[in-house]
């Protein structure tokens, strides 16, 4: 971020640049610019700072709430698979969202894995598998086997 509401071009670093279009979505404000030198354009979110969440681990151990971290994972698991990156935030806004919403400073890592599982089941049942065998930690085919049994059956 430059003085005031100025932003650098992330391609050239240009520091004017003009908003094109501006939308607001539940708890972000969405930016589409245009850099004035280069003529690129990029996407910015403002976001509100909420007070943080605090995700309970497996093991017990506390960690702030971190987007970015969950949106590598659900990235992961959507790698080559036709989900754009405005879908991506639009689930991780909903899960985020639904996470605060609940009224509790702490969540459990195991809440917010079956949220991301149910939003993908939703999406794309080939990402949800890939995120559900790093979460669910499968250790052999026939539990792989059995997500995928589970799956086809709720198709059917």
């Given at each position: 971020m430059v003085k005031g509401d100025e932003m650098r071009c992330?391609?050239?670093m240009h520091e004017n640049t003009k908003v094109v279009d501006k939308r607001d979505t539940p708890d972000a404000i969405?930016?589409?610019?245009?850099?004035?030198?280069?003529?690129?354009?990029?996407?910015?979110?403002?976001r509100i700072?909420?007070?943080?969440?605090?995700?309970?681990?497996?093991?017990g151990r506390r960690e702030r709430f971190d987007r970015n971290k969950l949106k590598i994972g659900i990235i992961k698991a959507c790698e080559k698979r036709p989900i754009s990156n405005?879908?991506?935030?639009?689930?991780?806004?909903?899960?985020?969202?639904?996470?605060r919403n609940k009224g509790n400073t702490?969540?459990?890592?195991?809440?917010?894995?079956?949220?991301v599982m149910?939003?993908?089941?939703?999406?794309?049942?080939?990402a949800y598998i890939r995120f559900a065998s790093v979460y669910r930690e499968f250790t052999d085919i026939e539990s792989f086997q059995n997500e995928l049994e589970k799956l086809l059956k709720s198709k059917r």
């Open positions: 992330p391609y050239c969405r930016r589409r610019r245009e850099c004035l030198k280069c003529g690129k354009r990029f996407t910015t979110y403002e700072e909420m007070s943080g969440l605090i995700v309970v681990k497996k093991d405005e879908m991506i935030d639009e689930m991780i806004d909903e899960i985020e969202t639904e996470l702490e969540v459990s890592s195991r809440s917010i894995g079956e949220l149910k939003k993908l089941k939703k999406i794309d049942k080939i």
